[in-house]
């Protein structure tokens, strides 16, 4: 297994278009990202984000990207070291 980058994005379940539209977005700038949903909890769509490990850290310029569109009720939280392929 490779190391990689990961965030959790948190939502509320009202959201969920804006956000796919997002991260479909977000796929297309950052083609490595992985991501996987999580189950939903307490009204919320929970999402993990991965990128491949690399030194010129694509998940730093994508934390900016998507600072830009975050709202007051989203969570990114992130990013965290791991093991691609372990969530």
């Known amino acids: ?6 965030f959790n994005l948190t939502v509320p379940l009202e959201d969920i278009d804006r956000v796919d539209e997002l991260l479909v977005q977000a796929k297309q700038n950052y083609p490595p990202m992985r991501i996987s949903r999580k189950p939903d909890r307490y009204g919320c769509a929970r999402f993990y984000l ?22 007051e009720n989203w ?10 392929g372990l969530i």
């Open 1 to 6: 297994m490779s190391r990689e980058y990961c």
């Open 50 to 71: 991965s990128f491949p490990f690399s030194g010129n850290r694509p998940d730093l310029r994508f934390q900016e990207w998507f600072s830009e569109y975050l709202e």
């Open 75 to 84: 969570d990114l939280f992130g990013p965290n070291p791991g093991r691609w």
